[in-house]
């Protein structure tokens, strides 16, 4: 379902960039909100994960766990974090902090102004991205690093989100960072397009 959900923001992303009318994306929008809820209702730990999400102290030991370690770990980093490879939760207290959950292990190392670096340099590779699809007269090519900046800032967005509480539990690696050789393969292979793209660009001028 996060996967489904992911792809779904990022389209309507796409559509609003590409100059789709609101209209047309808001009648877009209400059957996609309705399958969300059948979604939720259709599979019993969508909901649970939902109220571990509202408190997760109601079930600590089990669908609030997860949530609940996250959280130590990004308070136990403060502002400058306890030093890099120092992190306590990652020693089998939070589950996935390798991948789903490695946001917050750095918070936990670097503390927040760890964070703030991390954000800025995310924030830095979608700005430049976009800006190589702007100079790019291609619409194809455009578009395409429009995409590619989009997929990046949504799941970069909601794995933060997931790692703070800020949204239900659900499994999405970070960008680059988390630990799997698929996620790295393929995100490193769209900047490669990009530098391409902008190769042409640069050709062009």
Same mark, same amino acid.
């Given at each position: 379902?996060?996967?489904?959900?992911?792809?779904?923001?990022?389209?309507?992303?796409?559509?609003?960039?590409?100059?789709?009318?609101?209209?047309?994306?808001? +009648?877009?929008?209400?059957? &996609?909100?309705?399958?969300?809820?059948?979604?939720?209702? &259709?599979?019993?730990?969508?909901?649970?994960?939902?109220?571990?999400? #509202?408190?997760? +102290? &109601?079930?600590?030991?089990?669908?609030?766990?997860?949530?609940?370690?996250?959280?130590?770990?990004?308070?136990?980093?403060?502002?400058?974090?306890?030093?890099?490879?120092?992190?306590?939760?990652? @020693?089998?207290?939070?589950?996935?902090?390798?991948?789903?959950?490695?946001?917050?292990?750095?918070?936990?190392?670097?503390?927040?102004?760890?964070?703030? #670096?991390?954000?800025?340099?995310?924030?830095?590779?979608? +700005?430049?991205?976009?800006?190589?699809?702007?100079?790019?007269?291609?619409?194809?090519?455009? @578009?395409?690093? @429009?995409?590619?900046?989009?997929?990046?800032?949504?799941?970069?967005?909601?794995?933060?989100?997931?790692?703070?509480?800020?949204?239900?539990?659900?499994?999405?690696?970070?960008?680059?960072?988390?630990?799997?050789?698929?996620?790295?393969?393929?995100?490193?292979?769209?900047?490669?397009?990009?530098?391409?793209?902008?190769?042409?660009?640069?050709?062009?001028?």
């Amino acid at each position: 379902m996060s996967i489904t959900m992911t792809v779904g923001i990022i389209m309507f992303v796409m559509l609003f960039l590409c100059g789709s009318r609101l209209k047309f994306m808001f +009648w877009l929008l209400v059957p &996609a909100l309705a399958l969300v809820v059948v979604m939720l209702v &259709a599979e019993p730990y969508r909901l649970e994960r939902l109220s571990a999400f #509202i408190d997760p +102290w &109601a079930n600590p030991k089990d669908e609030g766990f997860q949530l609940i370690q996250s959280l130590y770990a990004i308070g136990n980093g403060g502002l400058f974090g306890v030093g890099f490879g120092n992190s306590t939760q990652k @020693y089998m207290f939070l589950p996935f902090s390798e991948s789903d959950f490695i946001f917050s292990i750095i918070a936990e190392e670097f503390g927040l102004v760890g964070c703030l #670096i991390l954000f800025a340099t995310f924030a830095f590779i979608i +700005w430049q991205i976009f800006l190589v699809g702007r100079k790019c007269s291609n619409r194809f090519g455009r @578009y395409l690093c @429009y995409g590619i900046a989009v997929v990046i800032s949504v799941q970069t967005a909601l794995n933060f989100a997931v790692a703070t509480g800020s949204i239900p539990p659900t499994g999405l690696p970070l960008p680059f960072i988390s630990f799997g050789g698929t996620s790295l393969l393929v995100f490193m292979s769209a900047i490669g397009i990009v530098l391409n793209i902008d190769k042409q660009n640069k050709k062009m001028v």
